[in-house]
């Protein structure tokens, strides 16, 4: 993994990024790019079916692209009637919806059928601008990638593209009774690997997961950490106030689950470490409130119920509190409210909402998986947990029960090193990649022509 690390630098390095052929963002930056998310808009509330961390990630860059004078379009499919065709989200960001299936009642697994639909509709909407309309494609996740690769083959433009997750290392940390991700996945992200002119990897463990399970080369990949939004995701009036704008107890440890609720997050490992902390200290029954915030989506749709049936089995019904999804900046209070974020999660190819919890100035205890290392510093933001084991989550709770100056001590720090996540550096060095493909993108056409 060093390769990417010394190559591509650290998030505080990230603006300074260089590339092979000792090429940096000196060269023409395009000034157009068409934006692929298929399956989720960015329009819709992270927390709810399908929208997430992706959605949010996808939204800070278009503006902050925009911003640096990078025009931005992001398609995405339609999934009401009454939304117009083309909405500006923000000056430089216009979204455009595409009719490609039904409305409503379309799973994530069945969109592969639609994106024949899907890719006339960005057709149709590329025929009636100018030649050279777009610089370049940046597709998100495998849906958009398998669109974003006609789309650039097309227009004779490069695809840039950020897988998110892969059905490959989702397949090798599965949770118990979680659904393996399909073959046609594994086959399509195969050849979005080998058609893109460059890959944005969140972290340097992506980086090398996708050379070692995908083949992709390596100097192709490019390291951008995501960014977070830090004037909205900041410490503001302190714990006290979001507690009382929340109607939560000043004095209670608060563990806080926020995301969707699915298998893949374990939410469940939340409630089962709780149960394992009463069970050993039952006074801290009246001094301690679980807020679970988020809806059920993927294969979590299945069971809605499922984690309120659990809470129920394991008799700490009492102390959790169910709450729907919410936006960002109410999002932003409860992480400021809670003593910690937990985030068991089997996968994380980031991790965005540690860092955004870090950012309010609230610690974290994560799963030892994917991104989250370069998201959690250990023993300094937070604790990071190797394995499930519930045991384990609430040995860490435990230390935050018994001494509560933890929250603020390792607070203080978790807000120090979240400063480091902003998203004009992540923005930045997303517009080099670009940069870079076209650069190599020109050469190739130049040799093929020449």
Not at 153 to 166: D, E, F, I
Not at 197 to 211: F, M, Q, W, Y
Request: glycine share 10%; hydrophobic share 45%.
């Amino acid at each position: 993994m060093s390769q990417y690390v010394s190559r591509l630098g650290s998030t505080r390095t990230a603006a300074r990024l260089r590339f092979p052929g000792g090429f940096s963002g000196a060269s023409r930056k395009p000034r157009r790019i068409a934006m692929l998310s298929v399956h989720t808009s960015p329009l819709h509330q992270p927390g709810t079916g399908d929208a997430g961390g992706m959605n949010v990630y996808i939204v800070e860059l278009a503006k902050r692209l925009a911003a640096i004078n990078i025009e931005v379009e992001i398609f995405t499919r339609a999934t009401t009637g009454s939304l117009a065709p083309a909405v500006e989200l923000a000056p430089g960001v216009l979204v455009r919806h595409v009719d490609a299936g039904p409305y409503e009642g379309l799973a994530k697994e069945d969109l592969p059928a639609q994106l024949c639909a899907f890719t006339h509709g960005v057709m149709q909407a590329w025929a009636g601008q100018r030649p050279g309309y777009y610089d370049l494609v940046h597709s998100h996740y495998w849906l958009s990638g398998q669109v974003g690769w006609l789309a650039a083959q097309r227009w004779g433009v490069p695809l840039v593209h950020a897988m998110h997750t892969m059905a490959k290392v989702k397949n090798a940390a599965l949770a118990e009774g979680d659904t393996p991700e399909p073959p046609a996945r594994v086959i399509g992200e195969t050849q979005i690997v080998n058609a893109s002119d460059r890959l944005i990897a969140n972290t340097a463990e992506e980086a090398d997961e996708l050379v070692r399970f995908y083949g992709a080369d390596p100097a192709a990949v490019a390291v951008v950490h995501p960014g977070v939004n830090l004037d909205r995701f900041r410490p503001a009036d302190g714990r006290a106030a979001a507690r009382a704008r929340l109607g939560l107890p000043q004095d209670a440890l608060i563990p806080l689950f926020a995301g969707r609720i699915q298998p893949l997050k374990a939410p469940d490992v939340l409630l089962r470490a709780v149960a394992v902390l009463l069970d050993r200290d039952p006074s801290l029954r009246s001094r301690i409130v679980v807020p679970v915030v988020g809806g059920p989506s993927g294969s979590g749709l299945a069971k809605p119920e499922g984690l309120q049936k659990l809470a129920a089995r394991l008799g700490i019904a009492d102390v959790v509190r169910f709450c729907p999804p919410v936006g960002q900046d109410l999002l932003a209070d409860w992480f400021r409210a809670a003593s910690v974020l937990v985030m068991p999660s089997y996968s994380e190819s980031f991790g965005l909402v540690a860092i955004e919890a870090q950012a309010t100035g609230t610690p974290v205890v994560a799963a030892a998986v994917g991104g989250l290392p370069v998201a959690v510093r250990d023993e300094v933001s937070g604790f990071l947990i190797p394995g499930h084991e519930p045991e384990a989550y609430a040995r860490a709770l435990g230390r935050f029960a018994d001494a509560p100056e933890l929250v603020e001590r390792m607070g203080e720090a978790a807000a120090a090193h979240a400063q480091s996540f902003g998203w004009d550096t992540a923005a930045s060095a997303t517009a080099d990649v670009y940069t870079a493909a076209l650069c190599d993108h020109r050469r190739r056409a130049r040799t093929h022509h020449g």
